[in-house]
C-alpha cells in the first residue's frame, strides 16, 4: 500500500460525458503527478500540482483539467469524453522538492468511455 | 529528457538473480538513473536510484557503468512476485522538471 487513494476504482460512461476523479496524496506530500496509461501511448505524464499550484504540465488535453485543493486533494476532470480517452488514469505524491525523491503511486482509475 | 534503451522482455527462474540493462548513452552529469517498476494491475512503484556509485536496497541493486553511458538492475534472487515491467528513467537534478517520463520498459516473466 503506497499511502495514496484514488476513487473510484473503476469509471463506465459515454462518450461526451464529464467525469471527475478523484486523488488523495499520502500523508504530507505536497506534490501531486496525473498520469495516462493507454495501451498506444504507455504511460504519459499529464500534469503536477505542488501545494495547491501548478508546477508541470505534460501531454494533457485542453479538455482536461486537474486542480489541487487545501487539504492536498486533487481532482483530474476528463470533459467531452472520446473513446480513446479510455485508460488507466494513475496519481502519484512525493514530498517537497528533489528530482531523486520517489513517486508513490495510487491504485488507479480505470476509465472506459462506450 | 536524455533517452534510455532497454530490451523488450526476459525471463528468468525463480530464485536465479535477473540482470536488467539499461542504455542511456546521451546522459547528463546532473541525470539521476532511477527504476521502477509496475506489477500487473498495480500503480508503478520506486525500485532504487543512483547518480554515480552503485546502490544497494532491500529490492535490488543498481549498477552503474564508469562512464555512466549504461547501468544494470540486478534482482538478486527472482520470484514470482517480481514479474512486472521494469521501467529505467533519468531524472535531471538539475532542473524543476520531477516529472517521470516513461519508456516501454522490460517486462520480466520468472518461471516457477
Known amino acids: 500500500d503506497s499511502g495514496v487513494t484514488q476513487t473510484p476504482k473503476h469509471l463506465i460512461t459515454a462518450t461526451g460525458q464529464r467525469v471527475t476523479l478523484r486523488c488523495s496524496p499520502r500523508?504530507?506530500?505536497?506534490?501531486v503527478y496525473w498520469y495516462q496509461q493507454s495501451l498506444d501511448q504507455g504511460l504519459q505524464f499529464l500534469i503536477q500540482?505542488?501545494?495547491?499550484?501548478?508546477?508541470a504540465k505534460g501531454n494533457i488535453l485542453e479538455r482536461f483539467s486537474a486542480q489541487q485543493f487545501p487539504d492536498l486533494h486533487s481532482e483530474l476532470n476528463l470533459s467531452s469524453l472520446e473513446l480513446g480517452d479510455s485508460a488507466l488514469y494513475f496519481c502519484?505524491?512525493?514530498?517537497?522538492?528533489?528530482?531523486?525523491?520517489?513517486?508513490?503511486f495510487g491504485p488507479g482509475t480505470r476509465l472506459t468511455v462506450l | 529528457d536524455a533517452k534510455t534503451t532497454q530490451p523488450n522482455s526476459m525471463e528468468s527462474n525463480e530464485e536465479e538473480p535477473v540482470h536488467l540493462p539499461c542504455n542511456h548513452s546521451?546522459?547528463?552529469?546532473?541525470?539521476?538513473i532511477h527504476w521502477y517498476r509496475q506489477l500487473p494491475s498495480q500503480g508503478p512503484e520506486y525500485v532504487i536510484h543512483?547518480?554515480?556509485s552503485n546502490v544497494n536496497n532491500r529490492m535490488a541493486s543498481l549498477a552503474i557503468a564508469e562512464d555512466r553511458k549504461s547501468s544494470t538492475l540486478i534482482l538478486h534472487r527472482a520470484t514470482l512476485r517480481d514479474a512486472a515491467v521494469y521501467y529505467c528513467?533519468?531524472?535531471?537534478?538539475?532542473?524543476?522538471?520531477?516529472?517521470?517520463?516513461f519508456g516501454a520498459g522490460t517486462t520480466v516473466t520468472v518461471r516457477a
Open positions: 502519484a505524491s512525493s514530498g517537497v522538492g528533489g528530482t531523486y525523491n520517489e513517486q508513490f
Open positions: 500523508s504530507g506530500d505536497l506534490s
Open positions: 500540482y505542488y501545494n495547491g499550484e501548478e508546477r
Open positions: 546521451t546522459i547528463s552529469g546532473t541525470d539521476y
Open positions: 543512483g547518480l554515480t
Open positions: 528513467i533519468l531524472r535531471d537534478s538539475g532542473s524543476n522538471d520531477y516529472k517521470l517520463s
